[in-house]
């Protein structure tokens, strides 16, 4: 998806209930950073805590992914 998809899609999730309660943001964070962290991450740099990055950093990343079941 591009980014302006992106942004209507999850600007258009605002009116909806929380389904994430827990923040842990580093301090002073999120700050969007020369107007370009539309994305978070949990960083070693922000003490394993929750950092805004810009969507183009390439750091590693965990997934959720279905139980593969093998007969």
């Known amino acids: 998806m591009a980014q302006m998809e992106l942004q209507r899609v999850f600007g258009s999730m605002e009116h909806l209930v929380p389904i994430l309660v827990f923040t842990d943001w580093y301090p002073s964070e999120p700050n969007n950073l020369n107007g370009d962290q ?3 991450a949990i ?3 922000a ?3 929750w950092d805004d990055l810009s969507c183009t950093a390439l750091i590693y990343y965990i997934c959720k992914k279905s ?4 007969c």
């Open 38 to 40: 539309d994305c978070a």
């Open 47 to 49: 003490d394993f805590r």
């Open 67 to 70: 139980a593969m079941i093998i």
């Open 43 to 45: 960083t070693r740099s």
